[in-house]
């Protein structure tokens, strides 16, 4: 406090503003701070490193770390017994392969930024209504690289302590890192990028109580949320473990667990985010009257036969389930598959039922359309057709058994989601460009019907 006032008097001091026309005085001359001001920058510029170098440290630095964590996970878990290595591993994934998929999650969301952002013609900010402090994409590949860095060390460090007979510890590790992401998304003070977390916050209620109109950034995080149906369910299990201080053992395997995987919780909390997306749909309806925003809740009402018909397998006898439940459940399945294949091509991308892939050389059809590569329509409407197959494979709870298979699934669906994002963001903004081109044509059409109209009184 006592530095203050000569800190306050040596900012507003002559000699540290740029001088205009008057020459510099022997006093000037005399006096070193000039000297004093210009070598510190200087001498700061000569000794801080390039940004190429300091990307180079940063890059080997992470480089170490993966490699330690790879060395000390695959060590702690070659520790362990062979016939408990399996529910070991199961464990872990368990815990940690929901913060995995949301981490690759915000990875795509951040590429997905930086291509919208290389584009002249979308303009992403006004598709989702956002202000001037959103994130961008380097703000959000911070996020996810802190992410990357913080769940596999959780998780290393809950096998090395569980191999290692320190199971209180180890299971101490997951409800840490579970907490601490809550906190950090409903922290209450501006840190932390507070508006983005306010507005995923504030998105994500209006999601689960559409009682309001229904927003672009509403339904599509929405959509976005049914394809990490397998987060929510891994979630509601490893809380449901936290809960009842069932973390580290494998009692929970057991079908009679309270968080056992024939749990009646699973097909619930599976449902959930489809249950979101049709009530939002039936809002649309409520607040446009039409007709297509049915069409479009019923194709999220044929994922709940396919989850609860693949759950009955633990509530009835094989001999029923063989032979009654099961050919309705691939019937379901079937049905769920196609009529989203069919929806994700002719509604949220707005392909015409591929009439504008096939359609190209003509000018007409390739100005509407952004990414006009007649390849990339073939490999997202190919690829979307067959994720969309294998994703029943993830919805349906008597067939996963094997977790690696359900990650890889999941990881799919997920980039079957990312490359839909494109498509469905250039979607809407041809409707946003054709709708403000309708209502140029409009305002002109008025303004020439009102000189018609003047100039006719003036001749009167």
């Not at 932390?192 to 309001?212: D, G, H, K, M, V």
């Not at 979101?276 to 297509?292: H, I, S, V």
Request: hydrophobic letters at 45%; aromatic letters at 16%.
């Amino acid at each position: 406090m006592f530095g203050s006032p000569p800190a306050i008097a040596y900012c507003h001091s002559p000699h540290l503003r740029k001088p205009v026309s008057k020459p510099a005085g022997d006093d000037e001359l005399g006096n070193g701070s000039e000297i004093k001001d210009t070598n510190p920058p200087l001498f700061t510029a000569s000794i801080m490193p390039s940004p190429s170098l300091l990307w180079k440290f940063k890059v080997a630095l992470f480089l170490i770390w993966g490699f330690i964590c790879c060395k000390i996970g695959w060590g702690s878990v070659m520790r362990m017994s062979a016939d408990l290595r399996d529910l070991f591993l199961y464990e872990a994934f368990l815990y940690y392969n929901p913060l995995l998929l949301v981490t690759m999650m915000v990875w795509l969301w951040g590429l997905c930024l930086w291509v919208f952002s290389q584009s002249t013609t979308i303009n992403y900010a006004k598709i989702f209504e956002l202000d001037q402090n959103h994130l961008t994409q380097r703000e959000i590949w911070k996020c996810s690289i802190w992410m990357t860095v913080i769940v596999p060390t959780s998780t290393t460090a809950y096998l090395y302590l569980y191999s290692h007979g320190e199971v209180s510890l180890a299971a101490a590790q997951p409800v840490i890192l579970y907490v601490a992401v809550a906190l950090v998304l409903a922290f209450p003070f501006d840190i932390f990028y507070f508006s983005s977390r306010y507005f995923l916050l504030r998105t994500l209620w209006r999601i689960a109580l559409p009682l309001q109109p229904i927003s672009f950034p509403d339904f599509f995080l929405a959509d976005i949320l049914t394809s990490m149906a397998k987060v929510f369910s891994d979630l509601e299990r490893s809380v449901c473990r936290m809960v009842h201080r069932q973390v580290a053992t494998i009692a929970w395997l057991e079908a009679d667990s309270v968080c056992g995987s024939h749990s009646a919780a699973i097909p619930l909390v599976l449902v959930i985010p489809y249950i979101w997306r049709l009530m939002q749909c039936l809002r649309q309806y409520m607040d446009t009257k039409e007709k297509t925003t049915l069409l479009n809740a019923s194709k999220y009402s044929t994922a709940v036969p396919v989850i609860f018909l693949s759950a009955l397998k633990y509530h009835v006898l094989p001999d029923t389930w063989t032979s009654v439940y099961r050919r309705l459940w691939l019937f379901s399945s079937l049905v769920n598959s196609l009529y989203s294949f069919y929806w994700d091509v002719t509604h949220d991308w707005d392909l015409s039922v591929f009439t504008r892939i096939f359609k190209f050389s003509k000018p007409s059809y390739c100005s509407n359309l952004i990414y006009c590569r007649r390849w990339v329509y073939f490999w997202v409407i190919g690829s979307d057709l067959i994720l969309r197959c294998t994703w029943t494979y993830k919805l349906s709870a008597h067939l996963r058994h094997n977790y690696l298979t359900v990650f890889m699934v999941t990881t799919l669906e997920m980039l079957r989601r990312f490359q839909w994002m494109f498509f469905r963001v250039e979607n809407e903004w041809n409707k946003i460009t054709k709708s403000g081109l309708q209502l140029h044509l409009m305002t002109d059409s008025q303004g020439e019907d009102e000189k018609l109209l003047s100039s006719s009184n003036r001749y009167v």
